[in-house]
């Protein structure tokens, strides 16, 4: 999908980053807060530490850190992917905004209940396939929907009970099948945690090298559960938020909401991108069309061509036997053979058809 640039001064986004909080900027930028730390933190641009907004709120006191000088420092480039959506489909801005719209001012948040009651068909089916062991993949019969869990044994009660108030969500919004005739995959897992093992470490103690191995950590599950929209546009990944994660002060249970507007926006770039895709197949088959009427055309020419020198040529020879046959009569007279000279003649040329 073709992205619009938008190219910023570094110092036009520390003004900026010191004047709107960092969740909100970012998504003038089509990303996270956390993706634009990144950003700011690569460009060694200063971010308001933590308190600081609350601070400026209740009147206090507050200096912004200043923006430490740069040589050559080239312009901040954004891709600004979702603001091209409605170039194959010039209705789909307005409805995506309308969908997100009424998710962001419904007053009725997303609550995942303490324990899983009556779950959905879809739930059930990944709850029987979890007890047979088998916790990578899962697929709605006769669906594109294709929900996942990957956690630990401990967290399965809790990631159920997450999955199934999110189906049921997307069930009432109509979205059980597809967003936008377009259904993106998406799922619950766990971070993974790693870690030096204890040979490890006495190893490095006792030789004081600094190489690590692969086989030097040890990963563990961490606890931490995330929901993810499993798209397939990985190359766009930095363009739209993908994952909501348990953190310090936030659950995923508590972004339910937000992550069926993720799933919104990724239906929409996604059903661009297959519109996309579609006018290029059509448009490549326009030219193979073209190109093969015009090779057709370019071959009937030839073919009327070659006839033509092929008649000429059986036109002279006709008219060189004639000019034989009239001299042979001229010295001794008319005969069976030049009655079937004649014929040939005739049978050679092609005007005499």
């Not at 959506?85 to 303490?114: N, W, Y």
């Not at 009970?161 to 997307?170: Q, Y």
């Not at 993908?242 to 929409?268: P, Y």
Request: net charge neutral.
């Amino acid at each position: 999908m073709k992205t619009n640039t938008v190219e910023v001064t570094r110092e036009n986004l520390y003004a900026e980053v010191w004047t709107t909080p960092m969740i909100k900027l970012a998504k003038k930028y089509s990303l996270s807060d956390v993706g634009l730390r990144k950003v700011c933190k690569r460009n060694n641009i200063p971010t308001p530490p933590a308190g600081y907004w609350a601070k400026l709120e209740n009147d206090k006191k507050v200096k912004p850190i200043p923006l430490p000088p740069m040589e050559n420092a080239a312009p901040i480039i954004f891709h600004m992917m979702f603001d091209n959506i409605g170039q194959e489909d010039p209705t789909l801005p307005d409805q995506v905004r309308q969908l997100i719209d009424r998710e962001e001012k419904s007053a009725e948040k997303i609550v995942v209940p303490d324990s899983m009651i009556s779950p959905h068909p879809i739930t059930q089916e990944i709850s029987e396939k979890l007890q047979d062991g088998k916790v990578d993949y899962y697929k709605r019969i006769n669906s594109d929907c294709v929900p996942q869990i990957w956690v630990s044994k401990p967290l399965i009660p809790r990631a159920l009970r997450i999955m199934d108030t999110l189906i049921k969500a997307l069930d009432e919004r109509g979205f059980i099948d597809g967003i936008f005739e377009q259904s993106v995959a998406y799922g619950i897992f766990e971070d993974i945690d790693s870690e030096l093992s204890e040979r490890a470490k006495k190893r490095i103690r006792e030789t004081g090298e600094t190489h690590r191995y692969e086989f030097d950590y040890e990963r563990k599950p961490s606890g931490r559960l995330k929901l993810e929209i499993l798209t397939t546009m990985t190359f766009h990944s930095n363009g739209l938020q993908r994952n909501w994660k348990d953190g310090k002060t936030q659950c995923i249970e508590n972004c339910l909401n937000e992550f069926i507007c993720g799933l919104i926006r990724w239906s929409a770039v996604e059903r661009e991108q297959r519109l996309e895709w579609d006018r290029w197949d059509r448009e490549q088959e326009e030219k193979k069309r073209i190109a093969r009427e015009k090779a057709e055309r370019a071959a009937a020419l030839q073919a009327k061509k070659d006839q033509l020198r092929w008649d000429a040529d059986r036109w002279e020879k006709a008219d060189q036997i004639r000019r034989y046959i009239a001299a042979h009569e001229a010295k001794r007279g008319s005969c069976e053979w030049t009655k079937w000279a004649k014929e040939e003649a005739d049978r050679i040329d092609p005007l005499a058809k």
